[in-house]
């Protein structure tokens, strides 16, 4: 009776039920209540599902930033290579994308001789794709590959090209010829 007497003085006093902070009783019913419910979860279970959460929330940024130095790495590349473009020597292959009405086509070409006055025809299909984007990306890693070959094996056959020295080397040299001095 205790307990009854101290709630109804305190609302007679402060017009409301005591709160949570002060009410024991409400206090330790609720700590029961909690206690139940914690006794009946698989903290096993719980942990795995977080692990599995987490790993699936890194490999997701992993992806997006692989992704993302991917295509950074890409625009170097191509910008390196326009201001200084590398070049291999004969017996290099070349490859390119072919559409092929369904998808791409990763093909290595070659110039027939003969019939057909040294025009290029596509030999040996590599690889097909659905997304032309993918076939791209494949013939770089293609280039880059045997670039990377050549460099190792066979460094006498990689010529660094100078498209803007050259240019410059030209543009004086006809200047030179045009003034008389050549």
């Given at each position: 009776m205790k307990y009854r007497q101290w709630k109804k003085n305190y609302k007679r006093l402060h017009g409301v039920n005591p709160?949570?902070?002060?009410?024991?009783?409400?206090?330790?019913?609720?700590?029961?209540?909690?206690?139940?419910?914690?006794?009946?979860?698989?903290?096993?279970?719980?942990?795995?599902?977080?692990?599995?959460?987490?790993v699936n929330a890194t490999a997701t940024f992993m992806r997006s930033m692989g992704e993302a130095f991917?295509?950074?790495g890409t625009a170097c590349r191509i910008a390196a290579d326009y201001v200084q473009p590398m070049?291999?020597?004969?017996?290099?292959k070349e490859w390119d994308v072919t559409?092929?009405?369904w998808g791409y086509s990763v093909g290595e070409r070659v110039k027939v001789d003969g019939v057909g006055g040294g025009r290029q025809r596509y030999?040996?299909?590599?690889l097909a794709t659905y997304?032309?984007?993918?076939?791209?990306?494949?013939?770089?890693?293609?280039?880059?590959?045997q670039l990377e070959?050549?460099?190792?094996?066979?460094?006498?056959?990689?010529?660094?090209?100078?498209?803007a020295a050259d240019a410059v080397a030209y543009a004086v040299k006809a200047r030179g010829l045009a003034l008389g001095r050549g």
């Open positions: 709160p949570l902070e002060l009410d024991r009783r409400k206090k330790c019913r609720m700590a029961r209540r909690a206690a139940g419910v914690i006794r009946g979860v698989d903290f096993a279970e719980v942990a795995s599902r977080a692990a599995e959460t987490i991917d295509k950074a070049e291999m020597g004969e017996g290099a559409d092929v009405g030999s040996r299909h590599a997304e032309r984007g993918t076939a791209e990306k494949i013939v770089e890693l293609m280039r880059k590959d070959y050549y460099r190792r094996e066979h460094p006498e056959k990689v010529t660094s090209r100078s498209d």
